[in-house]
């Protein structure tokens, strides 16, 4: 395997055609900062070159999937006025843009087949990335994606303004948006989201993590696996191009935002607790 340098949130193996990347930080939820979003972006390229590798598999930790962004390391990014910049704009473009973009992307043009083992919730840009998956098994019916944008002052990212409408309908998506409300269990099962639910404890992720490996293992049993990537190839091609014009424009509204200062305000009050999500 090539050299990937190790991130401490985050680990990744290869089982036969399984690539495996595993979030490891479940104290803090699994929340990921800029970095550890491009790291995952860098994971899944490896993934790609890799031609003994057919699935890539996303498993987590704990009791959420992830809980999104990182309110300490968008604060870091708020303090990050160096010289370096010239501009709020400049200093977005780099903190958010640049990284928003290049991740999304990545998980948009993979070409293999992407699994999300969802041992739980999901937020923010984290649960953007869950609804890029391909195919998604959840652990139990504890579990929900938030997209909490009309509460941190942010509009669509990760690809939503089309994933979302694609696999759960135009109106759920408006309602669920507009009130900052969860996708929860039965939205995702009645749409087919869910192709399996494992009914297990949520305290029992790394048994929900290997029960459903050796499934997987064994569904790919005489498989031509080949064929497999030639059909992920004409499904995506469907929306591809879709996709590509809403990643673009969602970083390009969103830095508004981001130059305005709303989402800092609100990020902040995230961290001292002086907002939450209504779940
Ligand atoms: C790049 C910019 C892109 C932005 C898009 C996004 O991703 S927006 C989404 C950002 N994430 C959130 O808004 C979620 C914030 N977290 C919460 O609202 C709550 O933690 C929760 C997920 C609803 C869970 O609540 P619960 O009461 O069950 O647990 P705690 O709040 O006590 O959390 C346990 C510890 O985990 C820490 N933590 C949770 N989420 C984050 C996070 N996003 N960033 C950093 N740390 C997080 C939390 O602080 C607790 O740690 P302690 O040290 O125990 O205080």
Redesign the pocket.
């Known amino acids: 395997m090539p050299e990937i340098r190790q991130n401490e949130k985050i680990s990744h193996r290869i089982e036969g055609p399984f690539f495996i990347i595993q979030l490891i930080n479940p ?3 699994n ?1 990921l900062e ?1 970095e550890d ?1 491009i790291y995952l972006g860098e994971l899944l390229e490896l993934a790609d070159k890799n031609s003994d590798v057919y699935f890539t598999i996303l498993q987590s930790s704990g ?2 999937f992830s ?8 604060a870091k990014a708020q303090e990050d006025n160096g010289a370096k910049y010239a501009s709020e704009t400049s200093k977005w473009l780099s903190n ?1 843009v640049a ?2 973009v290049y991740v999304t992307d990545v998980f948009i043009k993979h070409s293999k087949v992407l699994v999300c083992c969802l041992n739980g ?1 999901a ?6 990335l869950v609804a890029l998956c391909d195919i998604v098994y959840s652990m139990n019916d504890k579990v929900y994606l ?1 997209y ?2 009309a ?2 002052g ?1 509009v669509t ?2 690809g939503t303004a089309i994933s979302l409408p694609l696999k759960f309908g135009a109106n759920t998506t408006y309602e669920r948006l507009m009130f900052n409300k969860p996708f929860n269990y039965d939205i995702m099962t009645k749409s087919g989201f869910i192709s399996k639910n494992f009914n297990m404890p949520s305290s029992n992720t790394e048994a929900f993590n290997a029960e459903l490996l050796k499934e997987l293992k064994g569904k790919v049993e005489g498989l031509y696996l080949p064929s497999c990537l030639g059909m992920k190839k004409l499904l995506k091609s469907n929306h591809i191009g879709s996709f590509n014009e809403i990643n673009s424009m969602e970083v390009n509204e969103s830095l508004k935002y981001w130059v305005d200062g709303e ?1 800092l305000r609100r ?1 902040s009050q ?2 001292s ?1 002086q907002r ?2 209504r ?1």
């Open positions: 104290d803090n939820l929340a800029g979003y009791r959420f809980s999104g962004a990182d309110f300490k390391g968008i958010f990284r928003n919730p937020i923010g840009l984290s649960a953007a938030l909490p944008f509460n941190l942010l990212e990760g989402p990020f995230l961290g607790k939450k999500h779940l």
